[in-house]
């Protein structure tokens, strides 16, 4: 592995500026080293570099360190130990060693495992990546050091997403290195590495309607509630002018992520009411996974000091647009430069065009792996629901590059000056200009100028799945073409490759789609190409059950064949407690907040018709008699719903049980439509999503 150095700017983050002014020149360029290669610390100087690490934090506040990891939930885990030792005569000192800064044991015993450990010997370890630098998170008190860690089994087994995101960038640098071998480019001392910027879209409410929904608090999502007349229909919220405290929120956000040195690029009113974006500049890819999780995290900490509620789940509000990540991924190889950005010499567009040949290859090979990469529960209320990508993994390249990849599978190309050979074909490939493509924004995996934007990438996931993904099948792509190129005789490189490129397209092209995603026509010309469409996360974990992906994971010493397994254990088991959860929940909600109120309205009602007719005799109280009639029918509809629903919760059958939520959830909105406002238990959707 191989990355970038960045010069930190964030004055929260233990990066080279600060190691050189703290760090002697040896135990500088030692680490120096480490961070550009990947690798682990030479232990030689660990004890010097913690040392450094704790003056540095004590100076910013800092009483605790902790080791900063990403277990399989999805989520960061820390576990703060204080600097303090007692020094053995009453007194004490502040000491940080560089056995602590390299190794920890967190009681791993309940960090979901899969089945990789028994309870009895769930020791765990985790281990610093110095290719992601150590930050100081500030609470309000005091501070905390935090070092980035993986975190393993005591066999080697990875328990984590960075482990298994480390060895895929590895096996990608790998191939990538191979490729540039065959093109001649020259790679001592050099090494490939891809780069994400991961946009993050999120919702913002007043933190006092947050605390009044259960639902929001306990599974992320409103599980009831009316459409609001007005939403976004007008899509007057989209890039409009931002809301003054909206505003204070994102500049103190756009602050602390520039102190702990992941600065944002941009930030704007995303389409639906309350809903906006921070896309960040881009950096290698394991510190841009990394910084996404510590934004996720800052997010809801800042929103907190705003007196606002952060929201992150996919589908915090039905009939208005969810939220996504979009994972911009490209990969910088051994000569420094941008593989995807089509170059302007011949050379340099073969590169490009290997490049993107490995990408569409790779995504139509495994398009059901990178499907279940973005699987989970929350994110399955948006793929597919004419708001975000389908569930279909298809490739967007634009005109441009469409017309390209056309001339290329024909073997000759149009505006070739010496029309005929091959070889010739790749010489006279035009200078592709920039940034040529018109953005469809309905496709999940489309190229934009200079990188591909995987969209269907749900808001609260880790970046560290679809990456681990990507980075393993763009590598598995570019290993086989290199078995082809490598046995190519090396003057005639460039026929070898036009043959190559030629086959591929021919192959993988039914991947390639330029229309609109969100229609009924792509769904069925999708089938008629044989491209998978996995619904929903049950079907799309199945493809973990396959055994060529163990046999992919494998080959690339990404993860494996126990580790592969654990996730799918995993995934599954998280699927159905938060379907069980969730209908828990919705159950719970009907029977102790919303009968109770809309009986009560029914009682009021039957007491104002009684309480009017005993003074009005004639004619009698229609009006008020309808409405109550009405009142009553719906609520024995919610009833029926209800009791359907617990049927089906105790069959423990997620998909049922997700049906049975849908139907009881229906029934509730239109009797929330029904019952005054002051009466109804939630705030309403109106309020949550306008009132800021
Ligand atoms: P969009 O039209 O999607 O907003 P932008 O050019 O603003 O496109 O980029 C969006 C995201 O893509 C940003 O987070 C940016 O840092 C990231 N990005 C741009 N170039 C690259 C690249 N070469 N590799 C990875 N991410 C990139
Ligand atoms: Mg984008």
């Excluded at 929001?216 to 405290?245: C, N, S, V, W």
């Excluded at 010489?427 to 953005?439: K, N, S």
Aim: net charge negative; proline share 5%.
């Amino acid at each position: 592995m191989a990355q970038q150095v960045p010069e930190y700017y964030g004055e929260n983050v233990f990066g080279l500026k600060v190691m050189r002014k703290f760090l002697s020149e040896r135990a500088f360029r030692s680490i120096k080293q480490t961070i550009q290669e990947g690798g682990t610390i030479d232990p030689t100087i660990a004890d010097e570099v913690a040392d450094a690490m704790k003056t540095w934090a004590l100076e910013k506040g800092a009483t605790h360190f902790c080791h900063w990891f990403q277990p399989l939930t999805g989520t960061t885990a820390e576990k703060h130990d204080a600097f303090i030792v007692p020094d053995g005569e009453g007194g004490a000192v502040m000491k940080f060693s560089g056995k602590e800064l390299i190794q920890g044991e967190p009681d791993a015993s309940s960090f979901p495992s899969g089945g990789l450990r028994a309870t009895f010997e769930a020791r765990g370890y985790t281990g610093w990546d110095p290719t992601s630098p150590a930050f100081i998170k500030e609470g309000s008190n005091s501070a905390t050091l935090c070092i980035p860690t993986f975190f393993i089994g005591w066999n080697g087994e990875a328990l984590d997403k960075k482990t298994p995101l480390l060895r895929s960038m590895k096996a990608l640098s790998k191939q990538v290195g191979r490729l540039a071998k065959v093109l001649g480019i020259d790679t001592t001392g050099k090494q490939a590495y891809a780069t994400l910027g991961g946009e993050q879209e999120y919702f913002l409410i007043d933190r006092d309607y947050y605390f009044s929904r259960i639902d929001l608090i306990q599974t992320g999502r409103t599980l009831f509630g009316k459409e609001p007349a007005k939403h976004q229909q007008m899509a007057d919220h989209y890039f409009g002018a931002i809301k003054t405290r909206v505003m204070a929120f994102m500049e103190d956000l756009d602050r602390e992520m520039w102190r702990l040195g992941a600065p944002a690029k941009t930030r704007h009113n995303e389409v639906a009411p309350s809903q906006y974006e921070i896309a960040p500049i881009f950096e290698s890819l394991n510190l841009a996974v990394d910084h996404n999780m510590l934004q996720m995290e800052v997010m809801q900490r800042v929103a907190e000091k705003h007196d606002l509620a952060c929201l992150l789940h996919e589908k915090p509000f039905l009939g208005i647009n969810g939220s996504g990540k979009h994972n911009n991924w490209s990969v910088v190889g051994p000569d420094g430069k941008n593989w995807l950005s089509p170059g302007d010499n011949p050379n340099e567009n073969m590169k490009f065009l290997l490049t993107l040949a490995a990408v569409i290859k790779a995504v139509d090979t495994w398009a059901g792996l990178l499907r279940m990469s973005v699987a989970s529960a929350g994110n399955d209320h948006r793929l597919g629901s004419h708001e975000a990508p389908p569930a279909i993994i298809s490739i967007f390249l634009g005109d441009q590059l469409n017309d390209i990849i056309e001339q290329i599978e024909k073997g000759q190309m149009k505006d070739a000056t010496k029309a005929g050979t091959l070889e010739i074909g790749v010489d006279q490939l035009p200078i592709l200009p920039r940034d040529a493509t018109d953005r469809n924004r309905t496709s999940p995996f489309a190229f934009t100028g200079a990188k591909f934007e995987f969209r269907a990438v749900g808001s609260n996931m880790s970046l560290g799945g679809p990456n681990i993904v990507l980075n393993t099948i763009i590598a598995d792509s570019i290993s086989e073409m290199c078995d082809e190129l490598e046995k190519a005789d090396k003057n005639n490189i460039k026929e070898a490759v036009q043959k190559l490129l030629q086959k591929i397209i021919k192959k993988h092209k039914r991947v390639i789609y330029n229309g609109d995603n969100y229609t009924e026509a792509w769904v069925k010309e999708a089938a008629k190409r044989g491209l998978p469409n996995l619904k929903n996360t049950p079907e799309a974990l199945e493809v973990l059950a396959q055994p060529e992906v163990t046999k992919l994971f494998g080959r690339h010493g990404v993860l494996t064949a126990a580790e592969v397994k654990s996730r799918y254990e995993i995934y599954k088991e998280t699927y159905a407690s938060i379907i069980k959860y969730e209908s828990d929940l919705a159950a719970d909600m009907v029977k102790t907040m919303i009968l109770p109120a809309a009986l009560d309205y029914q009682v009021s009602l039957a007491e104002t018709i009684k309480a009017t007719e005993s003074v009005i005799k004639t004619p009698k109280q229609n009006a008020s008699r309808k409405i109550l009639a009405g009142v009553s029918a719906q609520i024995e509809a919610v009833y029926k719903n209800l009791e359907k629903l617990e049927k089906v919760n105790a069959t423990g059958v997620s998909l049922k049980m997700k049906g049975a939520m849908d139907d009881l959830r229906t029934e509730v909105d239109k009797l929330e439509a029904l019952v005054p406002s002051d009466m109804w238990p939630l705030p309403s959707y109106a309020e949550m999503l306008f009132v800021l």
